[in-house]
Structure formats: structure tokens, C-alpha cells
């Protein structure tokens, strides 16, 4: 049994060295530019990288990855597991209006994780000399664009002394609560989770073979965990192929997932549910007409709240293209569980909860609850009081807590945070527990996920989860976008925790934002007995999300009280 992913990509490079591991569309576009990599020009690339940081004796120490999306981020990836190093996705500063929030984030990065050498492109090592003047952080740090190793190197590759319990890589969280922390994830998690990820979606050798060995299809950052243990990791640990594309690029043409979809035909594809809104809005005729969506077996759909009226129209509008509706894969995941702690049954439909009678949203079949499946093999799911902390019988709320082989080492360097999360115990279960913060409830064995433990809103003693607060408004105009409403309380002295609502509206709808807002306010009202102190319309694309696109309620609540909202206005009246 392979010990890591190092000795796995060896065996594939020797069995089938010509076969495509990933080609990278470099426009988006199915008939642009490719590039291509076989197994053995990956084990070749790999294992130069490798060589070069062995040989400035770098193994043990910390790498940070500074890539634009493309091939080069994967070998020199797989080159840190090759040398023993830990790798350390980052974001590379890029265009003006990211390059103050990247540069903040990458020097954070550099110093929690004390790296020892900078790997990236030529391009970022050009832009990152021409910042040193500014940034002494990169003083004493090796930095190499890995284009610019050579081949010949990959002879002075030595095999690195792994064990289940050697660090990987530092996967650093995006933050939709707190200040990004590196998780550790060991060589023995990401093996494990592979195993997961490969049992739940269903990739069998049987299944990859029918797909003329296409496995995936991906424009997910490689930098999150959901883009690379998915998407990249699973390909090279059953030796598949994988097609990869530019998160900018499918944001500019959502059209060009689907395109790629329905030419490369892979069993697996997906993203969070927001992508799926912006597949469905540019979804005209013509597109439909032109694709083949039969092969897709599995669409991931996680990171994010998943909406029950997303999985609808979705089904409903690609029909006609041979999308199924027991293709929809709702799922479950966090970076502390190396990725995926639970998935859907492949080829059955989603599991849908309707609102209870008397609850909020009964009736409406768009409000149901949304099952995020079954946990894989040898992973344990509690739901445990997160006071208390006891567990609570099937169908009650409460804390999600993980165990199992692909929970994560800890904190990087933070003590007290991994004990707080990584070393939960329960009175008669064996082992320690993961509490991820979120909450939810079991039913017939599948997770329904519920919301974020530090976002509740309590108001007069009663807890109000923000998603069932969101999804009402959402669900009152078409203006509303779907999965871009934030909802979260404010402290008045005068009349203690008051609930708000900011939410992105089409801006061709402001002359309706009076109505729009009447609206919302009334059915949280019937909905949840609550009086909204503040509902605020905003501009499409102003909501803080993460990078896995979760919303940010607390950074959205900040610019609230900062008076910093990119609000709509109504056209002045003549």
C-alpha cells in the first residue's frame, strides 16, 4: 500500500508514463491554446523541483507556492512532497485591485508559516524583485521561478523518508470567522482523504475507465482546499486525467465550465453553489442547444450553503442538455478534515427537507433543507451540544463534530487554538473529535448542514440562524441575488441585539428598492417574528466572501457600522 501521493505518482509515471495527467486550457476556452502533462513529464518536473530544494538542504522547512493558475503550480507542488518540504499554496499579488489584499495575506502567510523559500513563476519572482525595497520580509529567503530548473536536475532526485505523519503542506484557512490559520495536514490525512473522496463520488476503476479516464474538470483555485485535494490531488492518486482552467476565466464566461464539460466529458465536476447561479444566468438557448452534458455523473456542490432552488432550476434548465437531476452531489467539508467529511449517494437525487409546519419558509419548496450526504468510510460524525458538549439525539441542532484519519494535525504553531478544536472528547466514543463551529443535524444518517456556530443571531433569547434569515429575503424578489445576502445583529443600547439585512440587487432595480425593501422586512417578519432595525441594498459583487466564496457576515457587519456598504440608490425623481 503506498505510503504517500510521491510514491503514487512514481507508479503511474512507470505504468502509463504517456498517458495526459492535466492540460490546462490557458484562455478558458476549449478550442484556445492546451497544455498538456503526462505522467512522466510530472514525475520529470516533480522531482527537479525536488532535487533543487534538497540539494540547499531545505527538507523539513517551509515552501511557500506563489503561482498564477496554470501546470507549474502542481509540479512544483508535488516537488515539495517529493523533497520531504512543506508546501504552502499562496496567493500571488496580481492587477491593482488585488494587490494590496494578496501582498497583506502572502506576508501574513510568510511569517506564521516562517518560510524558508518562496517557489513561483517567472513573472511573480519579477514582480516580487521589484518589491523588495518595500518588503523586508524577503530578506533571507530563497526564491526560485521553477521554469527556470532544468530537467537534468531530476537526476539528483533522492526519495524523501515519508511516514503517515510527516507534514504535507500548511492548507491556511480563508477566514469567514477569524483571521486565516495554517492547518497541518500529514502525508496520512491526505492519503486517507483521498480514499474518502474516491469511495463517495464513486470513483471506481470501473467508472474512470467508462470515462476514458477524464476524472475531473476544474476551475477551482488550486490555493483552496476544495480546488486542490479535489480536483488535483484524486487525479494523480488514481493515476486519471484532469482538465484544469483559470477561476478568472469562468468568472468572465461561466459558459466556459459547461463547454468543458461537454467536450472532455468527466465523471466529476464542481463547485460552490453560487457557480451554479452564474451558469443558470447566462444560461440562453444557444449555450443549452450546444452541450452534451450526459457524462456528468457527479456535480459537487459545497463550501457554501447549498440552495434547494439551485439544485432545482439547474436540473430543470440543463435538462434539455442531458443533465440529471441524480447528478446533483451536495457535499460537506473543511480544511481541518484535509476536505471531505461527508457526500451524496452517486446517482441518487439530493435529499430535500421540507420546512415543518409552523416553521419558517413552511411550504415553500425552494426553503427545504438540503442532506449533504453520508460521512465516507472510517470518518465519524457527532452532533454534540457545543456547551455541554453532549451528543443530542438524531434531528436535534447542534456542533458538527468530526473524527477519523483525515482530521488534521492541528494548528500550525498555535497550541492553544488546536486543543480548543482538534482535541474534543465525547463521553463513550473513542479518540478525539474535530469541532468545525458548524452546526447542523442528522437525519436517517445524512448531515444537513445549518449554519456557522459564531454567526447565530439570538435576539430576546432565541436563536435565528443568518441562512434562514437571507433565504427568506432572497426569496421574496427576483432582484435579490441568490447566496448574496448577508444577515447578522447589531448592539443598540437602547434596545439591545438588533437583526439587520444587507443584500446585492440587480442596480437596473433601484427605482424598486422602496418595494424591495417592504418586502423583505414583511416576510422576515411573518416568517420569523422579527422586526429587521436596518435592511441595506447594495451593489452586485460588494458582500465580502471568501475565496471558496462563503459570505463574510463580519466583515459585511463592519462596513455596516463603518458606513462603508457600496449602497444602491434610488434614481432621483424629476
Known amino acids: 500500500m503506498a505510503r504517500s501521493l510521491v510514491e503514487l505518482l512514481t507508479s503511474h509515471a512507470s505504468n502509463h508514463p504517456e498517458r495526459t495527467a492535466y492540460r490546462h486550457l490557458v484562455t478558458g476556452d476549449c478550442d484556445g491554446e492546451t497544455q498538456e502533462l503526462t505522467y512522466d513529464r510530472l514525475a520529470t518536473r516533480s522531482r527537479a523541483v525536488a532535487a533543487w530544494l534538497q540539494e540547499r538542504g531545505l527538507a523539513g522547512s517551509r515552501a511557500m507556492l506563489l503561482y498564477p493558475p496554470g501546470l507549474e503550480f502542481i509540479c512544483a507542488y508535488l516537488g515539495c512532497l517529493s523533497a520531504g518540504v512543506v508546501a504552502v499554496p499562496g496567493v500571488p499579488p496580481q492587477g491593482r485591485s488585488q494587490n494590496h489584499r494578496a501582498l497583506t495575506r502572502m506576508k501574513r502567510l510568510m511569517a506564521d508559516a516562517d518560510t524558508k523559500v518562496i517557489l513561483g513563476g517567472r513573472d511573480v519572482m519579477a514582480a516580487l524583485d521589484g518589491m523588495a525595497e518595500n518588503l523586508p520580509e524577503l530578506d533571507g529567503i530563497a526564491r526560485v521561478a521553477t521554469e527556470d530548473i532544468p530537467d537534468d536536475a531530476a537526476a539528483a532526485w533522492r526519495t524523501p523518508e515519508l511516514t503517515a505523519d510527516s507534514v504535507a503542506f500548511l492548507q491556511y484557512t480563508s477566514g469567514s470567522t477569524s483571521a486565516p490559520r495554517g492547518v497541518v495536514v500529514t502525508h496520512g490525512n491526505l492519503l486517507d482523504n483521498q480514499r474518502v473522496i474516491t469511495e463517495r463520488m464513486g470513483h471506481t476503476p470501473e467508472a474512470i475507465a467508462a470515462h ?29 486525467t484532469a482538465t484544469l482552467f483559470s477561476p478568472l ?114 411550504g415553500e419548496a425552494d426553503a427545504a433543507a438540503v442532506g449533504c450526504g453520508r460521512p465516507g468510510p472510517g470518518v465519524t460524525v457527532a452532533i454534540v451540544h457545543p456547551e455541554w458538549q453532549e451528543e443530542l439525539p438524531e434531528g436535534e441542532v447542534g456542533e458538527i463534530w468530526v473524527g477519523g484519519a483525515s482530521v488534521a494535525k492541528g494548528y500550525w504553531r498555535n497550541t492553544l487554538a488546536t486543543r480548543e478544536t482538534f482535541r474534543a472528547q465525547l463521553p463513550g466514543r473513542e479518540g478525539r473529535f474535530l469541532r468545525t463551529g458548524d452546526l447542523g443535524f442528522q437525519r436517517n444518517g445524512e448531515l444537513f448542514v445549518t449554519g456557522r456556530l459564531k454567526d447565530l443571531i439570538v435576539i430576546d433569547g432565541r436563536n435565528h440562524y443568518p441562512q434562514d434569515l437571507e433565504l427568506t429575503a432572497e426569496l421574496t424578489h427576483p432582484a435579490l441575488r441568490p447566496g448574496c445576502t448577508a444577515a447578522f445583529s447589531v448592539d443598540s443600547a ?17 427605482g424598486e428598492s422602496e418595494k424591495i425593501t417592504d418586502l423583505i422586512r414583511s416576510a422576515v417578519g411573518e416568517a420569523h417574528g422579527l422586526s429587521l432595525r436596518d435592511v441595506v441594498l447594495v451593489q452586485p459583487g460588494t458582500i465580502p466572501k471568501t475565496s471558496s466564496g462563503k459570505i463574510q457576515r463580519r466583515a459585511t457587519r463592519t462596513a455596516y457600522l463603518d458606513g462603508t456598504l457600496s449602497v444602491v440608490t434610488a434614481p432621483a425623481v424629476a
Open 494 to 510: 437602547a434596545d439591545g441585539e438588533q437583526p439587520v439585512l444587507v443584500a446585492e440587487i440587480a442596480p437596473d432595480t433601484a
Open 249 to 362: 476565466h469562468f468568472l468572465q464566461q461561466p459558459a466556459r465550465w459547461l463547454t468543458a464539460v461537454s467536450r472532455f466529458r468527466p465523471h466529476t465536476s464542481g463547485a460552490p453553489n453560487f457557480a451554479y447561479e452564474l451558469c443558470l444566468k447566462h444560461a440562453g438557448p444557444d449555450l443549452i442547444d450546444s452541450l452534451d452534458l450526459s457524462s456528468w455523473k457527479v456535480a459537487f456542490n459545497g463550501a457554501e450553503p447549498v440552495r434547494a432552488a439551485t439544485l432545482r432550476r439547474f436540473a430543470g434548465t440543463f435538462a434539455p442538455a442531458g443533465f440529471r437531476r441524480e447528478a446533483l452531489y451536495p457535499c460537506y467539508g473543511l480544511a481541518e478534515a484535509t476536505l471531505m467529511v461527508t457526500g451524496g449517494t452517486v446517482a441518487t437525487p439530493p435529499t430535500l427537507l421540507a420546512a415543518a409546519d409552523g416553521a419558517p419558509n413552511a
Open 212 to 240: 476514458d479516464q477524464e476524472l475531473f474538470v476544474s476551475w477551482l483555485p488550486v490555493y483552496h482546499d476544495m480546488g486542490l485535494i479535489g480536483p488535483v490531488l484524486n487525479t494523480v492518486y488514481l493515476g486519471a
